[in-house]
Nanobody, 126 residues
Framework: QVRLVESGGGRVQPGESLRLSCVGS????????IGWFRQAPGKEREGVAC????????YYADSVKGRFTISGDRARNGVYLQMDNLKPEDTAVYYC???????????????????WGRGTPVTVYS
């Protein structure tokens, strides 16, 4: 069974950091393009970052560029999102996602994907 499980969310103050993890099972994540998305209360889901197959490409939304870093870990079959200098507007539930049609593909990644994790909440409070 193909699954994605996120972890690492939490409550932090502005300027602090969090590292989100997305671990896959049932497929080899390194073969696929993987995206991180977020959805804040009352807002539409938005793409945050993307890493292509074998880590050959990355993409960041303008709102997080220079603060977030996406990376892959083949040994752990995972993808991470390092979030630095967090701001209150980063508060959201963060999801990782992919699609089994996207083997050997690169960023950017579309939003209508087949496989989603359940999300991990991030709250940045003053």
């Amino acid at each position: 069974q193909v699954r994605l499980v996120e972890s690492g969310g939490g409550r932090v103050q502005p300027g602090e950091s969090l590292r989100l993890s997305c671990v896959g099972s049932g497929f080899i994540m390194d073969y696929y393009v993987i995206g991180w998305f977020r959805q804040a209360p009352g807002k539409e889901r938005e793409g945050v970052a993307c890493i292509g197959s074998s880590g050959e490409s990355t993409y960041y939304a303008d709102s997080v560029k220079g603060r977030f870093t996406i990376s892959g870990d083949r040994a752990r079959n995972g993808v991470y999102l390092q979030m630095d200098n967090l701001k209150p507007e980063d508060t959201a539930v963060y999801y990782c996602a992919t699609d089994l049609e996207l083997q050997l593909q690169q960023c950017p990644i579309r939003d209508n994907l087949e496989v989603w994790g359940r999300g991990t909440p991030v709250t940045v409070y003053s």
